[in-house]
């Protein structure tokens, strides 16, 4: 009860603010800013409103009750009260209601009477100011014509009054109750979301559903209205179908709101009223007279697709079977809709421009061709889906019925009555293509007899001339004849035959002109395409000719295009008898021939009928089957560095053999060279196939069978017209006069086979006897049948030629004919008119069209004064009328049977090439479907046809045998004329200059090949194995380059140094290794997360700190190695070229504008040869690449005088070949290049001394940038040398340059001779304690090094070239180190008991002789020594698991093989010499004797690694010396001692995160996840699958110093690389540097696509090869050699 008192006064003061808040603004249009604070005001209003719909029914329906109950509304709202406030408002509301052009109930008496009924054919026409009020839209003056200016200011715009009928409709409105002024507010507030939502909320009240609907039809003209002022329109037009789709998608509500508030009426009207708002008059045909008007297509309305929602109303109404059938039995509505659609008839209209290009390309196009799929097409798409069975008849005869009137009254208003304009043509024929489809619907569907619903043929006649002006004109654009109208008329021409429109454009056309064709006179309808494609002229038998209309060269090309289209109309059977799954079928291969298609695209250009409820539903049933049938899947394929390919479908073999129907692929080409496409892919396959090698014509398809109702389209097919112009062009082209293709050929060919397959009936033989072949001679042909006119022999024929042409002979023709032809064959081309010795002969084609029409007209209409053709241009006047023609007789003496056989000849090149094959095997006439001919060139076409005129006639089979008899005489060999003798020399000079490029081309490609053959095998190790092995034979005395930029080959020297193009990158891919094989997975929920804990990089980190702690700076840095995250790597494209040449050609690069995807001021570059991506150039040392003559066998010198020499030789400084002092261009150069690698990496990466800026930072950094690269190169090769063979890149490797460059830096620092490590490993300390006192800060100790930094930092101190010799001694003596570090790491592990067991056993052995090189004796020792320290004492150590002689020896191997493995890389880089590839268990041994520790390679079964052992001082001694140091240590921290110890290193391959198997899981966790940083839900969240990172991408939030999150996060993490995967896109991308590129997806769809940003919404699951293939990209650094498309992120990702 509450309720009922509190609501009714609540929802008022609602209205009441709302009516407060409404100003009528002088412009009529309130300003945003003041709407929008009213609806602040007014939100908690409204959302009180909303919470008490969500209390339930019973709420819902108290709340009904007060919205429509007009009592309530009458005693709070009428303003009668002696309310002051109320009365106010009131009376805003009247002058709101005004101000809207409506009328309040009271004043309606004045509404629509200004304006007599005129009939809505009757116009206004009013200068842009005077449009006053005309049917109560009394703003449009100042509104809508605002855009009067933009280029539409010279066509007046054109207003409709509108009968007084509509007036009620479109003015009144009468509020009774809240609902309806609330809506009202809604609307002129522009339906605030709050309100529409509350509106909503209310619907499932049944009363006040039904209630609603009504109020909202009522107020569906005000909508109109307000959206066509709407600034916003688009998010008005969405919320108005928000609503309205709840509303109108409910069958029985839209009924009974269609009964009882004329919603049809209502709609429709208002549609007509819409668009009567910018109208223009038509300039179609007759622009001074024309009555006609059309949509503008400029105007907002159309270009903003305002419109839609009232249209997609319509739409969703009219699919309720008892909705549309309402209105197809509404004989006014279809006439109001007609009215409505020939708005939309002829609009766009475009002139061809002759003169000059148009300055301004008008996009206008786009708006027309929506527009009338959107507003016509999907209309009568959706009546059509009514129209399926017999019953529905009347129906169509009701539509038919009222377009064609509309279309008669459109003829009539553009005064149009048999010549199109000339240079006219638009693409919207809207009341063409309604008639066709109902057409084709009735006969298809509801079995009517066509004739029933056809109008006469006059009215036929009209019907064509504007669909066949749309195919003349396709032809002409595409043979760039329309140039000068710029590129939107090629789109224009496009659209219109586009997947999305092509069955509510071209179809329907086409359709029509079959219908068209198929009861009009055949020849009538020949000439007429003909005549419209404008080649008339040139359908002469004369060799030269004057087209009056067309220009030479588009002579050809439309040619084609009127044969072409020919063929199309004749074969094409979409609407004539195909079923649906026959047409679905057809297109689907067509598409597939053309290209492979993913499924997606196939989706996309199969053309599915508009209408949704139409049954050919993409993805529905059929598809897929149809898909199957026809299609094989391809699934992706990878090529490492190629594009990534997605799943495609492409043709069985069946399909290529019997389905490809080159027809169907011209039809539905947007672009023309997608025929050329399907042609090549149909020669490749048959070549593949061996079905025929050559270059195959495209193959005859027999088509489906026509309905009996277009039976009349074979008429076309036998009728004289189309047999003279066959024959003519053959004719021509066997003379070979100008400007005939080989295309044309084909297109005859194909229509004589057309005939030949569709011949009327069986003609008697007997009929024609030998002697009446010669009676006829004058006329053409006797009869109609192509069967019997293909024999029929023409001896004469009269021509008119200009007095110029050589057949112009003066003579009487009697006695000279014979020879006509024979003098010339001239250039020019020919024109068909053509006479009969007595009387004009049936040749002039347009005389003859002329004759027809008049007598048509004649017949349909009593009065004569039609029979005057208006506006006779003076083109098509009498034949003789130019006075150049003159007439000649031709001898022609031939058949079409008789030319075919001599083209056969000419296509063989061989004389009588034709022997007929029934006379070898008479099989062939009775079973002519013989597979071999029907693939094949025009040779196998010419033998189809002939076999299949013998089949029809035994006459033509007997005269086929006798002209083969004859040996047919010679082609008349040509007289050269001067003109021609010249294009001759042309063509040979042009063959000469042709064979010269050939050849520069072949020396280039040659060069390309071996370059390719170098450069490109990213990931293939084997390639190179044999050309690595060939180069190594040469022993050159020095390296010779080449220069690709310059070209010249020779040394490389100190004054003019060449250099290797290289790419420097940091990289932190070996930072990420990890201890464990199993890979880290992408958290996909809170629980999963992944810390950096235990990977390489922190590791390494973690161990420098600690040895910085303890001990010395400036040895802790030599005892490490840095580099596992920002380490410089280099690689090499292996081409070289001068340095001065580069920087010249760097010089070029700065100056050129057009900028690739690099930038010149950072020293990128693309090398010159193969534009690989680069940043710096490598010098190359002097001398040769390999030091092969120091390849020597081992020496004999002893171990100790090899230690002694490397010691003396680490302390020359002064001999490096190069002295510093004189700087020389090399040495500049190395110091440049040295600048480029350390500003490669970010300081925080180089930097790790105490005090910043030493020298020790420089030395480590220089050593770690060689083993950076050496290990990455280890990982590149799976982590281990098993597979032997050269360096994987061969070519491709810089590191000897590199150790070259680095080594001489290195010498510039020399290591005091008290602190090399070469002393403490090579010499035993005298004084034991002393050296200890001395230093504060101890040194590290010997065991706590890394060996394979000692390795590097040993090679690059000593003088280059290196001996091999001193190569082997170093690394001997650093295997003793080594080793005991393996032993030592080993007793740690051991238990107490078997420390115990070693010490005993190892005592034993100590003493054998060979008790240096036996593990156990070492180890007894190392335990022995190492007890008398604290170390053994620090808590109970993690056990080795088995102790057992063979675990130790194992673990010993383990421990030793990756420093063998650097070792190894690094003696095969500097020496060369190929790695022994073996298997993975003998691995250490074979390592170890290609290094030279193991004199002889012993077989496995007895081999230990201590054999490899060569100690240069006592062993035990040495070992103990070492031990001391540690014991030394522990006494002070008992606890580190064990930390620093170098443990086994077990480090796993880099990998990338794993991936979960579907997407779904990344999407539904991460999208909604908050930035840890900022706390916010990103709008473009990222992850980095590197690290699992949750980043956002170009998130400001999270901006740092001007650093995007994305970019900060990809130095930090891969020093300047990073990969993001984009949640919200589902695709990759790459950071590198300053520069990023799009990667692609590694999730694809079931059908093996991609689905970027997700638009699709399919299911996507994870495709293993990409992912692998990304993860190859990002170890082997490869990114920016694969990856084309880069471009600059400005730090802004």
Not at 211 to 225: D, E, G, L
Not at 239 to 259: G, K, Y
Not at 1389 to 1405: F, H, N, P, Y
Request: charged share 20%; glycine share 4%; proline share 5%.
């Amino acid at each position: 009860m509450m309720s009922e008192l509190v609501l009714p006064q609540f929802i008022f003061s609602l209205i009441q603010h709302l009516r407060e808040g409404y100003n009528e603004p002088a412009l009529d249009l309130p300003s945003e800013k003041d709407l929008h604070k009213i609806l602040q005001v007014l939100e908690p209003h409204v959302s009180f409103l909303e919470d008490l719909t969500k209390m339930g029914g019973a709420m819902r329906s108290v709340l009904t009750q007060v919205l429509t109950s007009q009592q309530f509304y009458k005693d709070l709202s009428s303003g009668v009260g002696e309310n002051a406030c109320a009365k106010t408002s009131h009376e805003k509301y009247l002058i709101a209601l005004k101000g809207s052009g409506l009328a309040f109930p009271e004043d309606k008496l004045a509404c629509g009477m200004q304006e007599q009924g005129a009939g809505t054919s009757t116009l206004a026409v009013q200068g842009l100011a005077g449009a006053t009020a005309t049917s109560g839209q009394g703003n449009s003056s100042d509104e809508e014509d605002q855009d009067g200016s933009q280029g539409v200011g010279k066509r007046k715009r054109v207003k409709l009054s509108s009968t007084t009928k509509d007036q009620s409709i479109m003015d009144v409105l009468k509020h009774k109750c809240f609902l309806e002024e609330l809506l009202f507010w809604t609307i002129k507030y522009e339906f605030p979301q709050k309100m529409v939502t509350f509106l909503l909320n209310m619907l499932p009240d049944q009363d006040y559903k039904i209630a609603f609907t009504k109020t909202f039809v009522q107020h569906y003209a005000f909508i109109m209205k307000t959206l066509k002022k709407s600034h916003e329109s688009d998010t008005m037009s969405n919320r108005i179908v928000h609503i309205s789709v709840q509303l109108f998608s409910n069958e029985e509500l839209a009924r009974q709101v269609t009964e009882e508030c004329q919603l049809l009426d209502i709609m429709v009207t208002v549609l007509l009223y819409m668009m009567e708002s910018c109208l223009i008059k038509s300039e179609l045909q007759d622009e001074e007279n024309s009555l006609h008007v059309v949509v503008n297509c400029g105007e907002a309305l159309l270009k903003n697709n305002t419109y839609w929602p009232l249209v997609s109303d319509f739409i969703n109404i009219l699919s309720h079977q008892s909705v549309a059938k309402k209105f197809l039995e509404d004989h006014g509505l279809l006439v109001t809709w007609m009215n409505f659609v020939s708005f939309f008839q002829g609009m766009n209209l475009n002139k061809r421009e002759l003169n000059e290009h148009v300055e301004f390309e008008s996009q206008t196009y786009y708006a027309a061709f929506a527009a009338e799929l959107e507003a016509c097409a999907q209309p009568m798409w959706g009546l059509l889906s009514h129209c399926k069975v017999r019953e529905t008849q009347e129906y169509t005869r009701n539509v038919v019925r009222y377009c064609l009137e509309a279309l008669q009254d459109w003829f009539d208003a553009i005064n149009f009555v048999d010549e199109p304009a000339p240079n006219q043509v638009t693409f919207h024929l809207p009341l063409h293509r309604y008639f066709a489809m109902f057409l084709s619907k009735a006969v298809k569907c509801q079995e009517l007899d066509l004739d029933t619903i056809l109008p006469d043929q006059e009215m036929l006649m009209k019907l064509m001339i504007h669909p066949l002006q749309i195919q003349a004109s396709l032809s002409e654009i595409h043979s760039n004849m329309w140039v000068r109208n710029g590129l939107q008329i090629k789109g224009q021409a496009m659209t219109y035959v586009q997947s999305h429109f092509c069955n509510s454009m071209i179809d329907p056309d086409i359709y029509l002109l079959q219908v068209c064709a198929s009861r009009l006179d055949p020849d009538y309808f020949i000439s007429s395409v003909f005549e419209r494609f404008k080649v008339v002229d040139l359908l002469t038998m004369a060799s030269q000719h004057q087209n009056t209309v067309l220009d030479s060269e588009h002579e050809r090309s439309m040619l084609e295009g009127a044969l072409t289209f020919l063929v199309l109309l004749l074969s094409l059977r979409l609407h004539l008898g195909m079923t649906d799954d026959e047409i679905l079928r057809a297109e689907m291969v067509a598409q597939l021939c053309m290209n492979d298609r993913t499924h997606s695209s196939l989706l996309d250009l199969i053309p599915e009928n508009p209408n949704p409820k139409s049954g050919i539903i993409p993805g529905s049933l059929s598809f897929e089957s149809v898909l199957s049938a026809v299609a094989d899947f391809k699934a992706p394929v990878f090529e490492p560095g190629g594009s990534m390919q997605q799943g495609m479908y492409t043709p069985k073999a069946e399909v290529w053999d019997k389905e490809f129907d080159p027809v169907m692929v011209i039809l539905r080409t947007v672009y023309r060279r997608d025929v050329q496409s399907a042609m090549d892919r149909y020669t490749a396959f048959l070549k593949q196939s061996g079905k025929f090698p050559g270059n195959p014509w495209p193959p005859y398809k027999k088509r489906t069978p026509l309905h009996p109702s277009y039976k009349g389209l074979v008429k076309l097919l036998h009728c004289k017209t189309l047999h003279i112009v066959l024959f003519t062009l053959l004719y021509k082209i066997l003379m070979d006069h100008q400007n005939l293709s080989e295309h044309v050929l084909c297109m005859v060919l194909y229509l004589i086979e057309l005939g030949l397959e569709n011949s009327p009936e069986q003609e008697s033989d007997e009929e024609v006897s030998a002697g009446g072949q010669e009676r006829c001679h004058d006329s053409w042909f006797p009869g109609s049948n192509l069967v019997s006119n293909m024999r029929h022999f023409i001896n004469y024929v009269r021509v008119r030629v200009p007095e110029t042409a050589p057949e112009v002979k003066r003579e009487p023709p009697a006695s000279t004919s014979s020879d006509g032809l024979t003098s010339s064959q001239s250039s020019r081309r020919k024109s068909l008119q053509r006479e009969n010795s007595g009387t004009a002969q049936v040749f002039s084609l347009v005389a003859e069209r002329r004759k027809k029409f008049q007598e048509i007209i004649n017949r349909n209409s009593s009065e004569a004064n039609q029979v005057v053709r208006p506006k006779t241009s003076m083109k098509w006047s009498a034949p003789g009328a130019t006075p150049q023609l003159t007439t000649a007789i031709l001898e022609v003496k031939e058949s079409i049977l008789s030319l075919l056989i001599k083209l056969h000849h000419k296509l063989s090149g061989k004389q009588n090439s034709y022997y007929p094959p029934w006379l070898d095997d008479v099989d062939v006439l009775i079973h002519p479907e013989i597979p071999r001919y029907s693939h094949g060139d025009g040779m196998t076409a010419v033998e189809r046809i002939l076999l299949k005129a013998a089949i029809q006639s035994r006459l033509n089979k007997r005269i086929i045998e006798e002209i083969c008899r004859k040996v047919t005489p010679p082609v008349p060999p040509k007289k050269i004329s001067s003109a021609e003798k010249k294009t001759l020399d042309k063509e040979e000079r042009r063959q000469k200059a042709r064979e010269r490029q050939q050849k520069l081309l072949a020396e280039f490609a040659s060069r390309q090949k071996s370059f390719m053959e170098t450069a490109m095998d990213v990931e293939s190790p084997d390639a190179d194995i044999a050309m690595e092995i060939a180069t190594s034979e040469q022993h050159v005395s020095e390296a010779i380059y080449d220069c690709v930029i310059c070209g010249q080959s020779g040394p490389s020297t100190e004054e003019r140094p060449t250099g290797l193009v290289v790419l420097l990158q940091a990289s932190s891919v070996l930072g990420q290794c990890r201890n464990s094989p199993e890979p880290r997975k992408l958290p996909t929920t809170e629980e999963e997360q992944i810390y950096p804990w235990d990977t390489c990089a922190a590791l390494h980190d973690v161990r420098l700190a600690i040895l910085q702690r303890y001990f010395k700076d400036s040895s802790c840095l030599q005892a490490v190695s840095i580099g596992w995250e920002g380490g410089v790597y280099v690689q090499t494209c292996g081409h070289t070229l001068h340095i001065d040449c580069h920087k010249s050609y760097m010089e070029s690069l700065r100056n050129d504008q057009v900028l690739q995807g690099f930038s010149v001021d950072k020293g990128e570059f693309t090398c010159p040869l193969c534009r690989q991506f680069a940043n710096s150039v490598l010098p190359c040392y002097p001398g040769n690449n390999v030091e092969r003559s120091l390849w020597q066998s081992h020496s004999n010198k002893s171990m100790q005088d090899l230690v002694r020499e490397v010691e003396e030789l680490q302390e020359q400084l002064g001999t490096f070949p190069v002295s510093i002092s004189s700087e020389t261009n090399l040495s500049k150069e190395m110091e440049s290049v040295m600048k480029d690698i350390k500003s490669t990496t970010q300081k925080k990466y180089t930097d790790y001394s105490k005090s910043p800026g030493s020298p020790d930072n420089d030395f480590l950094f220089m050593y770690s940038v060689a083993r950076t690269n050496l290990e990455l190169e280890l990982v590149h090769r799976g982590g281990n040398l098993c597979s032997g063979g050269a360096s994987t890149a061969g070519k491709r490797s810089c590191l000897n340059q590199l150790f070259h460059v680095l080594a001489m830096h290195m010498r510039l620092y020399s290591i005091d001779s008290a602190y090399n490590p070469w002393r403490k490993l090579t010499q035993l300390l005298q004084d034991k304690n002393s050296e200890l006192i001395k230093e504060e800060v101890p040194e590290v100790p010997v065991l706590y090094r890394d060996v394979s930094s000692l390795l590097l930092i040993q090679i690059l101190t000593m003088p280059q070239p290196l001996h091999k010799e001193h190569f082997t001694c170093i690394v001997k003596v650093l295997f003793t180190l080594l080793y005991t570090q393996a032993l030592v790491a080993l007793s740690v592990k051991c238990s107490a008991e078997d420390r115990m067991a070693w010490k005993e056993s190892g005592v034993l052995k100590k003493n054998t002789p060979s008790g240096e090189k036996s593990w156990e004796a070492l180890l007894g020792h190392v335990v022995s020594e190492l007890s008398k320290g604290k170390i053994y004492e620090e808590g109970e150590t993690e056990e080795l698991t088995v102790v057992n002689p063979d675990s130790v020896e194992c673990y010993l191997q383990q421990f030793c093989l990756p420093f063998l493995r650097i070792t190894s890389l690094l003696q095969h880089h500097l020496f060369g010499g190929d790695l022994p590839s073996c298997q993975e268990d003998e691995e250490f041994a074979v390592l170890a004797s290609c290094l030279g520790l193991l004199p002889s390679f012993q077989s496995s079964n007895q081999f230990t690694s201590a054999s490899c052992l060569d100690w240069s001082v006592p062993a035990f001694d040495m070992i103990s010396q070492w031990c001391l140091e540690l014991a030394a240590f522990a006494e002070g921290y008992p606890d580190q001692v064990k930390t620093l110890l170098i443990q086994e290193p077990k480090w796993d391959l880099p990998r990338l995160l794993q991936l979960p198997e579907n997407y779904n899981t990344i999407f539904q966790y991460y999208h909604r996840k908050a930035c840890t940083v900022c706390t916010k839900v990103p709008k473009d969240p990222a992850v980095c699958l590197v690290c699992g990172t949750f980043v956002c991408l170009k998130g400001l939030c999270c901006k740092q110093q001007s650093y995007c999150e994305c970019v900060l996060h990809s130095q930090n993490c891969g020093a300047g690389t990073g990969i993001f995967l984009l949640i919200n896109a589902s695709v990759i991308i790459i950071i590198r540097g300053h520069r990023f590129c799009l990667w692609g997806s590694v999730y694809l769809d079931a059908h093996g696509e991609e689905d970027r940003d997700l638009r699709r919404g399919k299911p996507l699951y994870i495709c293993k090869e990409r992912y692998k293939v990304l993860e190859q990209q990002w170890v082997s650094h490869t990114f920016d050699h694969i990856n084309k498309r880069w471009g600059p992120h400005y730090n802004g990702l």
